[in-house]
């Protein structure tokens, strides 16, 4: 087993949907990890989130969800 499957095992035994670091974000799943580990000592496990539609981002990964959330609807 490589550490790339281990941390996708804990990560969906935890139920994060991916990684999330400094101004980056991957999700479980055929594109996981594109970096290939390189400066991911900084990634932290981390919780999809879906944009509006026609927006900057189709998705962006947050490491507290509830936070995330309350920010955002309070703009």
């Known amino acids: 087993m490589t550490v790339k499957e281990i941390i996708e095992k804990y990560l969906q035994d935890n139920r994060f949907d ?41 998705e962006i990964f947050v490491v507290d969800k509830e936070e995330y959330l309350k920010t955002k609807s309070s703009l």
């Open 18 to 58: 991916g990684l999330c670091g400094d101004d980056c974000g991957c999700g479980l799943g055929e594109d996981f990890m594109p970096c290939m580990g390189e400066g991911s000592d900084i990634c932290e496990p981390a919780y999809k989130i879906v944009c509006t539609p026609g927006g900057e981002y189709d």
